[in-house]
Nanobody
Framework: QVQVVESGGRPVQTGDSLRLSCLAS????????MAWFRQAPGKAREFVAG????????YYNDDVRGRFTVSRDHAKNTLFLQMTSLKPEDTAVYYC??????????????????WGQGTQVTVSS
């Protein structure tokens, strides 16, 4: 089992930057992938960005590609999401997720068994 805890969400203005962090604990040595998802009010949870934990290969939702960067500090078991040029439509609760050891599609919400409580990002115009 892996536990993940997000932090860093807060209210910002359009065009601002923000970095989210996700600290993983537990059996992190058996994680294949980690990712960020988000859920806006009244909408389904969607994939934002993720990576393969062992080699850092990254994947992005087309809506955030070029604005958001996902990375990890392997030694500190921490996943990051650097967000730039934020827009009001980026407003959502952002969730961190960790998979098990099996090779899985990084962008597939069903790939993940371990979820954090979420951190709110609010972008105002």
């Amino acid at each position: 089992q892996v536990q993940v805890v997000e932090s860093g969400g807060r209210p910002v203005q359009t065009g601002d930057s923000l970095r989210l962090s996700c600290l993983a604990s537990g059996r992190t040595g058996r994680v294949y992938g980690m990712a960020w998802f988000r859920q806006a009010p009244g909408k389904a949870r969607e994939f934002v960005a993720g990576l393969i934990w062992s080699d850092g290969l990254t994947y992005y939702n087309d809506d955030v590609r070029g604005r958001f960067t996902v990375s990890r500090d392997h030694a500190k078991n921490t996943l990051f999401l650097q967000m730039t040029s934020l827009k009001p439509e980026d407003t959502a609760v952002y969730y961190c997720a960790a998979s098990g050891p099996e090779q899985i599609p990084i962008s597939d919400i069903g790939s993940y068994d371990n979820w954090g409580q979420g951190t709110q990002v609010t972008v105002s115009s």
